[in-house]
């Protein structure tokens, strides 16, 4: 097989890790792929050591136990400055100091663990042992949700959280590792075209003799299912983020999900089921998605358009409609098939 | 006079050369990263872009991680456990809806090729979703 044949084929693999499917596309010969495949299982792997707070002796947890100062790694450095960054172009909506407001709110364990324990004991029986208060406490306590609650001490790589702050960086690490590693096989391995696809955040590069990437948008009701359309991208990247897959019963019959509202301290109250973005860059992706989902649909629009927003988000409601923000000009070629009943162009 | 034309040659010829090697040297200087910085700090302007193609050369955080895959990559390998092959530990367990699991792969009941690497025929499609 010549050269070209090789890195025209396209290899897929598939993995767990960070408690989601990922998937890996890599335009390259057979030995060159599996290679690269097993890489990128190995990053995804050491950042779920690193970052996840389920895990007893990561970084982040071993952080949040930390009540001065505390070095950090390369990694750990760059997601929190990046977090810093979304929380100001999120007007605090992205906040990743919610750690204690989504234990309380009953996600104290990983997703998977979560679900098996729902199938063990019944919605009655289950327990929330996080007392209430502490969340109660910090509102009561003049919490200024739009702010970072740590410093960084520039170019040393230390770190210090104010005093009780604990911090979940779920919201942004699938994203950035998505988005991380996406660059490095591309820079460093030279694999001409790939995707990779981190539970539906996805970077693609590079499509040698396909003219695109398509990607079909899950629907929210019906997993198994995709709705009408799908996305079509050479490179860059894709998003979503909802309510409904991640979201679990309370005591009291009340359904709880993942997606914090920093302003109440609670599951946000919200008519966005799911949200989908299309830009250049994985995390961000993710973090517009987060936020168009916890602000809901009204603010969102608002949220977008004070900000000059440049990126293609297309949401749906709890009412069944679907809206689109972005370049309505090119709606019909990056968005085949997808027909938003409400359509706001860029500012 | 035969021998005042070859001195004068001399001359000219070690002053080519001199104005040669002095421009050499200061192309040198003019094309590094230093220059580029001492430069835009001088006239006071925006140094972002010139640092980051600087720090574009040095990536800690892929470093990092390289570094302590080379170490856990022999660690492993002492034990019979080589990084190709991947790992299922039971963080990573997958649930019987999922697939088969081979050396830490997924691989698809259907489309797969070659089960026993892990991998089947990419298509240039995906799917996103809230996970």
């Known amino acids: ?181 996406a660059d490095w096989v591309q820079r460093t391995l030279h694999i001409p075209a790939g995707l990779i696809n981190a539970g539906g955040d996805i970077q693609a590069w590079g499509t040698t003799l396909h003219p695109m990437w398509s990607v079909q948008v899950t629907d929210p009701y019906q997993e198994e299912r995709n709705l009408i359309g799908n996305i079509q991208l050479r490179k860059g990247a894709v998003a979503t983020s909802g309510i409904v897959r991640r979201q679990w019963q309370n005591t009291d019959g009340s359904h709880s999900h993942h997606l914090i509202d920093p302003r109440t301290m609670e599951p946000a109250d919200t008519d966005v089921l799911q949200c989908t973005v299309l830009g250049q860059h994985a995390s961000q992706c993710e973090i517009i998605a987060k936020t168009v989902c916890i602000l809901g649909s009204a603010d969102a629009v608002g949220w977008l358009n004070r900000h000059y927003d440049r990126h293609d988000v297309l949401w749906m409601t709890r009412d069944g409609s679907t809206y689109f923000r972005g370049n309505t000009d090119t709606l019909a070629e990056r968005w085949p098939g997808f027909d938003p009943d409400h359509r706001f162009s860029l500012v | 006079m035969t021998r005042k034309k070859r001195n004068q040659w001399r001359k000219w010829q070690a002053s080519a050369a001199a104005t040669l090697t002095v421009a050499a040297l200061f192309q040198y200087v003019r094309t590094s990263d230093a220059f580029d910085v001492a430069y835009a700090a001088a006239n006071g302007t925006d140094i972002s872009s010139t640092a980051s193609s600087q720090i574009d050369a040095q990536d800690d955080v892929m470093d990092e991680w390289t570094n302590n895959t080379d170490s856990h990559s022999d660690a492993s390998s002492n034990e019979g456990d080589s990084l190709d092959e991947g790992t299922t530990d039971e963080s990573n367990a997958i649930g019987p809806n999922q697939g088969r699991s081979s050396g830490g792969w997924i691989t698809d009941q259907i489309s797969n090729q070659d089960t026993d690497s892990g991998y089947s025929r990419g298509n240039y499609q995906s799917r996103t979703g809230a996970s």
Not at chain 1, 26 to 48: P, Y
Not at chain 1, 95 to 108: F, V
């Open chain 1, 1 to 181: 097989m010549s050269r070209t044949e090789q890195v025209s084929r396209l290899l897929k693999f598939r993995f767990r890790a960070m408690s989601t499917d990922v998937e890996v596309q890599l335009a390259a010969g057979r030995e060159e792929a599996e290679h690269a495949a097993a890489l990128v299982k190995n990053w995804f792997e050491a950042q779920e050591q690193r970052f996840s707070r389920f895990v007893a002796d990561s970084e982040l947890n071993r952080l949040n136990r930390c009540t001065g100062w505390m070095p950090i790694s390369a990694a750990m450095d760059e997601v929190l400055s990046l977090a810093y960054g979304y929380i100001g172009q999120t007007e605090g909506i992205f906040q990743p100091g919610i750690s204690q407001a989504l234990r309380a709110s009953g996600y104290d364990v990983s997703f998977e663990q979560l679900q098996q324990r729902e199938l063990l004991q019944s919605g009655t029986e289950r327990r929330l042992d996080i007392q209430q208060s502490n969340i109660t406490d910090m509102l009561r306590d003049q919490y200024d949700y739009s702010r970072p609650r740590w410093i960084q001490r520039e170019g040393s790589r230390m770190v210090h959280k104010d005093p009780g702050t604990e911090l979940d960086l779920g919201g942004i690490v699938k994203g950035w590792a998505v988005e991380r590693i």
